[in-house]
């Protein structure tokens, strides 16, 4: 079935970088965009970047320019996610996303705990 | 780019109706037809409920049921079941191709 299954937790001190994986199975994984979006505790959703795995193109949220990088493998069919710079703000679930007709999320990682902590 | 207005928490009785409402500006919500709404249980990923402001996926029930007017989209939830019980957020395309979540509302069910 179709799916993405995430890398597991970590734990970071501030200032690290933390790369976070994301692997499709059950579809063409060139053929849809992924989403990043993250969680905080008790926070709602936030919108981070997205990635085409065709091309390798990105975009991400203003707020996260020149902190977040977007890669892929696609002979792996795996999008990676890194965030450097890292912060005790940045502490949060990171989801991956996979988007259906570039215009909703369909199908969801199972979500990945970034702690950031001296 | 700023989060989307949600009211922070909404209740109703079982079998009632409520409306979510999603409020953002001429440059996200208001100029896009790509809005979507997403349910979300303590604990777990977001579901898709809504998307393009008011299709449904497969698999959803029908009493959910979206639209939009202006800035503002809404996310009508009739018949309320206890199972309900969750957090929602709106989602929506903000220009530059990026996009913007909402603040989320979280709504009970008495």
């Known amino acids: 079935q179709v799916q993405l299954v995430q890398s597991g937790a970590e734990v970071k001190k501030p200032g690290a970088s933390v790369k976070v994986s994301c692997k499709a199975s059950g579809y063409r994984f060139i053929g849809y965009y992924i989403h990043w979006v993250r969680q905080a505790p008790g926070q709602g959703l936030e919108w981070l970047a997205w990635?085409?795995?065709?091309?390798?193109?990105?975009k991400s949220a203003q707020k996260f320019q020149g902190r977040v990088t977007m890669t892929r493998d696609t002979s792996i069919y795996t999008a990676y996610m890194e965030l450097s710079g890292l912060r005790s703000d940045d502490t949060a679930v990171y989801y991956c996303a996979r988007v259906f007709r570039g215009v909703l999320m369909d199908v969801w990682g199972q979500g990945t705990t970034v702690t950031v902590s001296s | 780019q700023s989060a989307l207005t949600q009211p922070a928490s909404v209740s109703g009785s079982p079998g009632q109706s409520i409306t979510l409402s999603c409020t953002g500006t001429s440059s996200d919500v208001g100029s896009s037809e790509f809005v979507s709404w997403y349910q979300q249980h303590p604990g777990k990923a977001p579901k898709l409920m809504i998307y393009?402001?008011?299709q449904r996926p497969s698999g959803v029930s029908s009493r959910f049921s979206g639209s939009k007017s202006g800035n503002t989209a809404s996310l009508t939830v009739s018949g309320l079941q206890a199972e309900d019980e969750a957090d929602y957020y709106c989602f929506s395309y903000a220009g530059g191709s990026t996009w913007v979540f909402g603040g989320g509302t979280k709504l009970t069910v008495l």
């Open positions: 990635i085409n795995p065709d091309g390798g193109d990105t």
């Open positions: 393009e402001g008011s």
